[in-house]
């Protein structure tokens, strides 16, 4: 299967920035669903940004205009910009990737086939 390497979190304090990285270990079409979800402790796992197979992106409410989702296909690459990062914001990331295509402004969590380690964001106030 394809392997999904997350990087790039760390502990920072509120209204810092970070960007988050994930590299696919084979290609994959660019117009598949991608994807960077989360999980707080205690809390269900939840999209928190897409590209739509349209090439369109989308972002939860919770986040949108902070958080901005990017991919470099040449490198088989799928990042995560974070601003002004908020300390309800402190969670693993996760991103993931989908063997078809997804249209809709909100993907499915079973579009998404292939999902990486995570890496960790904290944040402080």
């Known amino acids: 299967q394809v392997q999904l390497v997350e990087s790039g979190g760390g502990s920072v304090q509120a209204g810092g920035s970070l960007r988050l990285s994930c590299v696919a270990s084979?290609?994959?079409?660019?117009?598949?669903?991608m994807g960077w979800f989360r999980q707080a402790p205690g809390k269900e796992r939840e999209g928190v940004a897409y590209i739509l197979s349209s090439g369109r992106t989308t972002y939860a409410d919770s986040v949108k205009g902070r958080f901005t989702i990017s991919k470099d296909y040449a490198k088989n690459t799928l990042y995560l910009q974070i601003d002004s990062l908020k300390p309800e914001d402190t969670a693993m990331y996760y991103c993931?990737?989908?063997?078809?295509?997804?249209?809709?402004?909100?993907?499915?969590?079973?579009?998404?086939?292939?999902w990486g380690q995570g890496t960790q964001v904290t944040v402080s106030s």
């Open positions: 993931a990737l989908g063997r078809g295509y997804c249209w809709g402004d909100v993907p499915k969590h079973s579009d998404f086939d292939y």
């Open positions: 084979t290609y994959a079409y660019s117009g598949y669903c």
